[in-house]
């Protein structure tokens, strides 16, 4: 048995024998996990030490939420079950707001919590460091599900349990707690030789399929939103042959930006909280929503009054109808459209009713309302801001993923980029600070494990990357190749643009900040300042460095005029 001074529960000697820590890593490795984040914890030991033991690649990040965001981007990156390990009390606690988004967003994850020895739960105060009344209560509203293992022989099913959770629409992360002692005391449960978690199976209801085609036979402006659901389901191909067969303009959400192909004649891009938009989404006899609530930012802000029939698809039962009456289907969304593209292909809704909007065909409106978005812009002075994301775009190679914090740029970037080959993420899901550079990490890392090139930007503001500045450490030491973009206005840009225009004035939005170059330099991450203009130039050739480095780039870039407000 594994010694600890009580004082301190700190291991006063080791051993080489196997632990409940063993049968954690054994399982992970087991269910394919390659690589975990997080930071070490006085409970959390008997992991860590049997990760010496294993072939699991840790990556230490410097905050624990941090170290949530990593886990994160390596799941949107790759694919695959994003691991955390996370300590007790404190650390755990920190990586909440991390696991928000990823909860807000769907991405699945497992989350491997310490805890406090056995006799220390329950309704006893004994004074532990860390000690919490229930600490998994703390993680219920940003996990999936919560779940204590007092027992060590119970540790692998649990987290197969998990593992199969995580991955089932509606994906999401879920947390896993585990006592000290339960780590640390010696086991006799043998190695883990396998561990299976599939998916479960989350079809749509033949009944709603054939009802979704009776409306969309007879829909003369049919139209599509495309929300995240659509990426996380895989349901690319589908949307694409849907959208053709029904001539349906298709627009997708800051979480759905992919999932239809930018330059399509049918594509209404990224547009969403523009009101022409809103118009044309109005003016649909049908329109169908795949995986979106249908909320603030995709409806313009509430202002959107659809007045056709709607066909909602989402695998989360509480999304369905919350804020727009419909026909509700839930289903994960690859499955569901899968079954709807088959079903209209059967049904010949291809050639069933003529597709026009009150006399213009429906790839004419795509190209006017297009038109229309382009020379509002133009007519609002944003030349610099409209120059600025053109060059990063076209700085960025097409099959580069890129990781954008809650910054003006981003909310650009919503509606105005176009992710071509790679991928776009955001931290639209639950919107808090810091996670453009800590989830590029993790994308960044996991795409080397899977043997792809690993070379990933950021986006930050000069507010919001303060949040995660400490995780140039964690860059340099693994030399992971993140090239982070700062943006630098002196302040929380987007605030400050709002109070002005509410108020007249902004108050607390202003900033003092750092050096961001010296201080990048004294990570030994190399850094440069640049101009606007300079931009486009200066990210190709931090793309073709070797680990991490920074560009800086100071200016105030303003948003484009809201369409909401308007009379």
């Avoid at 989350?202 to 929300?227: D, M, Y």
Wanted: proline share 6%; glycine share 10%.
């Amino acid at each position: 048995m594994i010694d600890f001074d009580p004082g301190t529960a700190a291991p006063t000697r080791g051993t080489d024998q196997r632990n409940g820590g063993d049968l954690v890593v054994e399982t992970l490795e087991a269910l394919g996990a390659k690589t975990v984040f997080g930071i070490p914890g006085q409970h959390a030991l008997g992991l860590f030490d049997a990760m010496g033991r294993g072939n699991l690649h840790f990556v230490s990040s410097r905050v624990e939420n941090n170290s949530a965001f990593a886990a994160d981007g390596y799941s949107r990156a790759t694919g695959e079950v994003g691991v955390l390990f996370l300590s007790t009390g404190p650390g755990a606690l920190t990586s909440l707001a991390g696991l928000q988004e990823a909860y807000a967003t769907g991405v699945p994850m497992v989350v491997i919590a310490s805890q406090i020895p056995l006799e220390g739960l329950g309704a006893r105060r004994k004074g532990m460091l860390h000690q919490l009344d229930d600490q998994k209560a703390s993680a219920a509203n940003v996990t999936k599900s919560q779940r204590l293992i007092q027992h060590a022989s119970g540790i692998p099913s649990a987290i197969q349990d998990a593992w199969t959770e995580a991955i089932s629409s509606p994906q999401g992360p879920v947390w896993i707690e585990i006592p000290q002692n339960v780590l640390l005391d010696p086991i006799m449960v043998p190695p883990v030789e396998d561990a299976l978690a599939e998916a479960a199976d989350n079809p749509p209801r033949v009944e709603l399929i054939r009802e979704a085609v009776k409306w969309l036979s007879t829909a003369e402006r049919p139209a599509i939103i495309a929300g995240g659901g659509t990426r996380r389901g895989r349901a690319e191909k589908s949307l694409l042959s849907i959208a053709e067969q029904l001539r349906a303009p298709v627009i997708c959400t800051p979480g759905g930006n992919g999932a239809f192909p930018w330059k399509h004649e049918l594509s209404l891009q990224s547009w969403i909280e523009d009101r022409y938009m809103t118009d044309v989404l109005e003016d649909a006899d049908v329109l169908i929503v795949i995986g979106s609530s249908l909320g603030e930012v995709t409806s313009n802000y509430f202002t959107f009054e659809p007045r056709g029939r709607i066909i909602q698809i989402d695998a989360e039962p509480r999304v369905l109808e919350s804020n727009r009456p419909g026909l509700g289907i839930r289903a994960d969304a690859g499955q569901a459209l899968a079954a709807l593209d088959e079903a209209l292909a059967a049904a010949g809704a291809a050639d069933t009713v003529k597709r026009s909007w009150h006399g213009t065909s429906p790839e004419d409106v795509v190209r006017e309302s297009l038109a229309k978005v382009k020379a509002r812009l133009e007519s609002q002075d944003l030349a610099k801001e409209l120059k600025f994301m053109a060059d990063i775009r076209e700085a960025v190679p097409a099959d580069m993923q890129t990781f954008w914090d809650m910054t003006i740029s981003a909310y650009w970037a919503w509606s105005c980029w176009d992710a071509r080959e790679g991928q776009f993420h955001s931290a639209q899901g639950a919107g808090g600070l810091g996670y453009g550079f800590p989830a590029a990490i993790g994308g960044a890392v996991g795409l080397e494990t899977a043997g792809k090139p690993g070379r990933v930007l950021a986006v930050s503001g000069d507010g919001s990357s303060m949040y995660s500045i400490s995780e140039l450490a964690t860059a340099k030491q693994h030399n992971i190749p993140v090239t982070w973009l700062i943006v630098d206005d002196g302040g929380y840009g987007i605030l400050r643009e709002y109070m002005v225009g509410a108020f007249g004035k902004a108050t607390a939005t202003e900033l003092a900040r750092p050096d961001f170059v010296k201080l990048a330099e004294s990570f030994g991450v190399p850094a440069r300042r640049v101009s606007p203009e300079e931009v486009g130039d200066a990210l190709k050739e931090s793309f073709e460095a070797d680990g991490p480095n920074v560009v800086v780039v100071e200016t105030l870039l303003k948003m484009f005029g809201p369409t909401h407000l308007d009379d």
